[in-house]
């Protein structure tokens, strides 16, 4: 039951509370939503954008997948599975978000800057100007970046997961690569021209 990163390795002990989960037991239920919820947590905090609260979104996915878990036929689905809760649970959180920015006296809280060391500030800086420009591109340029390129899934599984065909999800990482690459030169993501 071992997360690398944000990516989700599927272990003997995971596939069993897979399986246990899937046959209603609720100790196999608790410890695959603990096996999942920092992959789900990865995905809220990459895919949510600023207004979204990525642990609220993650408690409001897991809250789903609790009472839900029965629908689910077989331990294969359960990724694709989680992963369009996700989706559909962060794209009500925006609508949300976008509502409550009209609303007098609500704030939004911002992160706040700290001083740090000159490295520190670097790296902090790079991530807020990746995390700019995965916030200005489109859903579906944006989903297929975070699974194939952040979180280094395979491309079957990463087209399983956004339930398209391998084909077009390669042309969409494409595009989608492309376009990152264009926006992160513009904002000088890569000094000294280092781009991958």
Same mark, same amino acid.
């Given at each position: 039951m071992a997360a690398y990163g944000w990516v989700m390795q599927l272990t003997p002990e995971l596939q069993r509370h897979t399986a246990g989960a899937l046959r209603g037991e609720r100790e196999d239920l608790d410890g695959l939503i603990g096996a999942w919820l920092p992959v789900v947590l990865g995905w809220c905090s990459r895919l949510g954008g600023p207004r979204v609260d990525a642990e609220d979104a993650a408690h409001d996915v897991m809250m789903?997948?609790?009472?839900?878990?029965?629908?689910?036929?077989a331990a294969e689905q359960f990724p694709a599975?989680?992963?369009?809760?996700?989706?559909r649970t962060l794209a009500r959180h925006r609508r949300r978000a976008f509502v409550a920015r009209w609303i007098p006296g609500l704030s939004v809280d911002a992160a706040d800057p700290a001083a740090s060391p000159v490295r520190?500030? #670097?790296? #902090?800086?790079?991530n807020r100007r990746v995390q700019e420009i995965l916030e200005n591109m489109n859903e579906q340029d944006r989903e297929v970046l975070v699974? #194939?390129?952040?979180?280094?899934?395979?491309?079957t599984e990463v087209a399983a997961m956004l339930e398209i065909p391998l084909g077009t999800m390669k042309?969409?990482?494409?595009?989608?690569?492309?376009?990152?690459?264009?926006?992160?030169? #513009?904002?000088?993501?890569?000094?000294?021209?280092?781009?991958?």
């Amino acid at each position: 039951m071992a997360a690398y990163g944000w990516v989700m390795q599927l272990t003997p002990e995971l596939q069993r509370h897979t399986a246990g989960a899937l046959r209603g037991e609720r100790e196999d239920l608790d410890g695959l939503i603990g096996a999942w919820l920092p992959v789900v947590l990865g995905w809220c905090s990459r895919l949510g954008g600023p207004r979204v609260d990525a642990e609220d979104a993650a408690h409001d996915v897991m809250m789903v997948v609790a009472r839900r878990i029965g629908t689910v036929f077989a331990a294969e689905q359960f990724p694709a599975w989680l992963f369009a809760i996700t989706r559909r649970t962060l794209a009500r959180h925006r609508r949300r978000a976008f509502v409550a920015r009209w609303i007098p006296g609500l704030s939004v809280d911002a992160a706040d800057p700290a001083a740090s060391p000159v490295r520190l500030y #670097a790296v #902090a800086e790079t991530n807020r100007r990746v995390q700019e420009i995965l916030e200005n591109m489109n859903e579906q340029d944006r989903e297929v970046l975070v699974l #194939a390129l952040l979180e280094d899934r395979p491309d079957t599984e990463v087209a399983a997961m956004l339930e398209i065909p391998l084909g077009t999800m390669k042309s969409r990482l494409r595009r989608a690569r492309d376009r990152f690459l264009k926006q992160a030169r #513009a904002k000088n993501v890569f000094p000294g021209g280092d781009a991958p």
